[in-house]
């Protein structure tokens, strides 16, 4: 695709998405896509970790969780917004993965990944026998202040809609602004070639500890947006690993590595789920890692480069520039050498 | 009197039993080109992975400008002026070839615009410059490994390491690499060439060192190297012996 196509399937998605809430009036319709725009958001922040430094994270939901519940408890415990609940959530979980990086980024490879969901299932646990934070009952977010302020609206779903897009679209401009500057050069240097990257004076530890603080962050605040929509959080429903798999897998059925890739990843996600959640109904508990188990197998075996790979090979970009290889695969260690 | 660039005194490096170097002690002075060379599984590239600081040594002390810099990790060694090549090339494959020399310019300069200046200045000094925007894993072997030299150029070192960049190329190549090598020497950046090449690295060394079994047996200019019956005994063969004077 050119640049000019790409940007005009960009800015017809904004308005699609934009107006979409306004056109289409049935509830179920209108919370899919607010699903879809918080999983989208998910997957990007993922992305900035696991796609462009080749870091693949399986713990991201202990950053989301950390999100939802720090902005509960301060908003239950002390009054505060859940606004800025939802900044201090993204400032304790990028303090957290720096405690978590630490020790992990000395792992690489698959071994990285172990380590982050052992970090998942242990924040897991531990939230599950910790009673200050409501242990395995979780919470209940009180329902008083409806509105701006507190975050909370009964009736309409819309704000909510334009709530996720809007952080979607920050975390999109985050990301793009780190592919544009040295530190996005510097994480696609360490996907592909660690040592080479040391070599040039690229210290491994820091900018991994970067790309972990912002994605974390970013999850963080998805977390709070969860948590004041559905106004029910417990460690089932923001510290699984079936939605730690989540995050990583939109983004790798999207394309890692790429801008949009998760969005894309996270809409067809979204909606074969929701498919077969309407299919299934009650009885349907778990065809979701079902449909997770069979997308990574077809992935992996398939196309590992993601829909958006195949989307770069089947309309490649035209003009003097010839385009390399599509964005290398989730393993750095699975590409011929 | 100033110290030289680069001082090696007494490094050994051991994996286990095995001794990969022992007791290496060389030097070089600034701007100079030292030819590294020896049979397979002499240990130069354990030398070099300790100079770059992949390997803390066992023991002894590397030191640049006098000072000791033995155990320092690979992006301080960067920093501190010495950059290096790989043996086995490590492009980053997935970028395009301006980008791989950006990575290498963004150690001195981190704003974009500038780095990607300096890396078209590089890419035209090794003439790799009409194939800036190819993906790196798609050049030849031989483009891979001028890739890596402009890389590393591009992070402006004092010493350079170049870990066998003749090795596998043609004829008409290793020409180029030897005149590209001159051209480097000629800006003022000193070297240390492995090199299993002789009539690549004969011509451009002022002093080569010569490894077997993890030791330094001989240390001179390349004639005096040539005519080593120790060195053409263990390494060179007959074919390189030079005339006698």
Redesign the interface.
């Known amino acids: 695709m050119s640049r000019r196509t790409g940007l005009a399937v960009g800015l017809a998605s904004l308005l699609g998405a934009a107006l979409f809430p306004l056109l289409v009036t049935r509830p179920t319709w209108q919370n899919t896509a607010i699903l879809m725009l918080m999983t989208a958001q998910l997957g990007v922040a993922w992305n900035i970790l696991g796609g462009y430094a080749g870091q693949v994270s399986l713990g991201h939901a202990a950053f989301f969780g950390t999100g939802a519940y720090v902005s509960t408890l301060l908003s239950m415990r002390l009054g505060v917004s859940p606004w800025a609940g939802m900044l201090a959530g993204g400032a304790v979980a990028a303090a957290l993965s720096a405690v978590i990086g630490w020790p992990c980024f000395r792992l690489k490879g698959h071994y990285f990944a172990m380590a982050t969901i052992a970090v998942g299932e242990i924040v897991q646990a531990l939230v599950n026998g910790w009673e200050a934070l409501g242990g395995a009952v979780g919470f209940s977010l009180p329902f008083t202040e409806s509105g701006l302020w507190g975050f909370v609206w009964g009736r309409s779903k819309l704000p909510y809609h334009y709530i996720a897009l809007g952080l979607l679209l920050l975390t999109l401009s985050v990301n793009w602004l780190v592919t544009r500057s040295h530190v996005g050069y510097y994480l696609r240097a360490i996907k592909d070639e660690p040592d080479a990257a040391r070599s040039l004076g690229v210290s491994l530890g820091r900018y991994k500890q970067i790309a972990m603080m912002l994605s974390s962050a970013l999850a963080a605040m998805g977390g709070t947006l969860y948590a004041q929509k559905e106004l029910f959080i417990d460690p089932g429903s923001t510290l699984s690993t079936s939605l730690s798999i989540k995050m990583a897998l939109v983004a790798i059925l999207g394309g890692v590595g790429t801008l949009t890739g998760p969005i894309v990843g996270a809409v067809v996600l979204t909606a074969i789920e929701e498919a077969s959640r309407i299919g299934f109904g009650g009885t349907g508990r778990g065809t979701d890692l079902i449909v997770y188990g069979l997308l990574i197998v077809v992935i992996a075996v398939y196309q590992p480069s993601g829909i958006m790979g195949w989307v770069a090979r089947r309309w490649p970009a035209p003009g003097p520039a010839p385009t390399g290889p599509p964005a290398a695969g989730l393993a750095p260690e699975a590409k011929p050498s | 009197m100033s110290a030289p660039l680069l001082q090696v005194e007494r490094l050994t490096k051991r994996f286990g039993g095995l001794v990969a170097n022992e007791d290496v002690s060389f030097s070089l002075g600034a701007g100079e080109i030292l030819g590294l060379i020896g049979p397979n599984g002499a240990g130069k590239t354990t030398v070099f992975n300790s100079l ?3 390997f803390p040594p066992t023991s002894g002390e590397i030191r640049l400008d006098g000072r000791p810099v033995a155990g320092l ?3 301080r060694i ?2 501190l002026g010495v ?2 090549t ?1 043996q086995i090339v ?7 070839v301006l ?1 791989n020399v ?3 310019a ?2 001195r300069h ?3 615009r500038i ?1 990607r200046r300096l890396a078209e200045a590089a890419l035209a000094f090794t003439g790799l410059d009409r194939r800036s ?6 050049l030849t072997v031989a483009e891979q490994k001028r890739l ?1 030299v402009t ?2 150029l591009a ?1 402006e070192p004092r010493l350079l390491l170049l870990d066998e960049v003749m090795a596998g190329l043609t004829q008409a190549e290793v020409q180029e690499a030897v005149e590209m090598v001159t051209r480097i020497r000629a800006r003022g950046t000193a070297c240390v060439v492995v090199e299993h090449v002789m009539e690549g690295i004969m011509p451009i060394a002022d002093r080569m060192v010569v490894l077997e079994r993890g030791r330094v047996i001989a240390d001179g200019p390349p004639r005096a190297i040539a005519s080593d019956p120790v060195v053409i005994a263990a390494y060179l063969g007959e074919e390189y012996r030079a005339p006698g004077p």
Request: charged share 25%; hydrophobic share 50%.
């Open positions: 770059a600081g992949f990790p690979p992006e960067a920093a950059a290096r790989f490590r492009v980053f494959r997935s970028m395009t980008e950006m990575v290498g963004m150690l981190k704003a974009v780095a925007h190819e993906a790196a894993g798609r890596e890389r590393a992070t």
